[in-house]
């Protein structure tokens, strides 16, 4: 599974910025994972921001961007895109397009470990939001 971001930049705080991944390999093994997006701060940790799993296209949020950041996807495309609207300046980060098992993308998984379930990590794309 190979995966690649676009569409970072630099934004103002309360502005909004659109990241596309598009992903691709074979039907098989893009039929197995669900999409996520993480973010790594500097000095941070990297951590889980929204994934997308099922065939209805369920969503889950971190709480800090819950109202803020929306998650789709076009599955005939194989895109998935993340909407980021009123920006804070703690959002700056490298954000990762990342080919995640089902089980971290769930109503359970992702409130339990939304890392370790990640098998395929696209290459980053920088988001900066200036104050």
């Known amino acids: 599974v190979q995966l690649v971001e676009s569409g970072g930049g630099l934004v103002q705080a309360g502005g909004s910025l659109r990241l596309s991944c598009a992903a691709s390999?074979?039907?098989?093994?893009?039929?197995?994972?669900?999409i996520g997006w993480y973010r790594q701060a500097p000095g941070k940790e990297r951590e889980g921001v929204s994934c997308?799993?099922?065939?209805?296209?369920?969503?889950y949020y971190d709480d800090s961007v819950k109202g803020r950041f929306t998650m789709s996807r076009d599955m005939a495309k194989k895109m998935v895109f993340l909407q980021m609207n009123n920006l804070e300046p703690e959002d700056t980060a490298v954000y990762y397009c990342?080919?995640?098992?089902?089980?971290?993308?769930?109503?359970?998984?992702?409130?339990?470990?939304?890392?370790?379930?990640?098998?395929?990590w696209g290459q980053g794309v920088q988001v900066t939001v200036s104050s």
């Open positions: 990342a080919a995640v098992r089902p089980t971290s993308c769930s109503s359970y998984g992702w409130y339990v470990d939304r890392i370790s379930g990640v098998d395929y």
């Open positions: 390999g074979t039907p098989g093994d893009l039929s197995v994972y669900a």
């Open positions: 997308i799993g099922d065939s209805e296209g369920t969503t």
